[in-house]
């Protein structure tokens, strides 16, 4: 339940990001409130005495725009940071958590087309990557748009035989071939009782 006080602070802030050119749908997400909810504020609250110093929010898709701030890099560090999600939200005027679930998004996507790189280099079909990822056809199609695919060559299994089978070890051999092992032959096999010398 939102107290009187609530409802008074929000109609300030309404007003406020009125006076700095915000749009009434702009407030209303801004504040997490209807739209009908932002009007009745505004109704009520006193209109400030000078305009608000905060931005409006960028007009348009802003996701192309955070994305070139992010590789800008963080304005004392650009060399080696990226710009923090807050800076680029105060920037733009828009939701910090609008930001940084498109980053996670971004993210997902690269990973996912990493995967579907590999699997492709492998030699699986379109087919068999959409399955094992859980994406369609076409995702994987637009994921590896932009990725050269170089295919492995043919893996040839080679074995150095080091005796006359052709095994050069007794691990290397198949399952149903069972290697001789070498007796020692200058030692004289023990000969049974009752055999004659």
Known sequence: MTT???????????ARLRAAGWSLRQIA?????????????????????RPYPLAPPFAGDWRAKAEQLRAAGHPDHRSSQLMPCWMIAERLSVPERDVRRHFARLRS?????DRALWLRTVGQSLREIAASLGVS??????????????HLPARKTR????????????DDAAPSVIPLRRQNRSATPARPEGHPA
């Not at 997400?29 to 005495?49: F, I, K, Q, Y």
């Not at 056809?137 to 932009?146: G, H, I, M, Q």
């Open 4 to 14: 009187a006080a609530q409802r008074r602070e929000r109609a300030e802030s309404a």
């Open 137 to 150: 056809e076409a995702t994987v199609r637009r994921d590896l748009a932009d990725r050269p695919v170089r």
């Open 109 to 113: 996507r690269e990973s996912r087309a």
């Open 29 to 49: 997400r801004h504040l997490r409130v209807a739209d009908s909810t932002v009007r009745a504020d505004l109704r009520d609250a006193p209109a400030p005495l």
């Open 159 to 170: 074995i150095v035989p080091a005796t006359a089978t052709g095994i050069a070890h007794p």
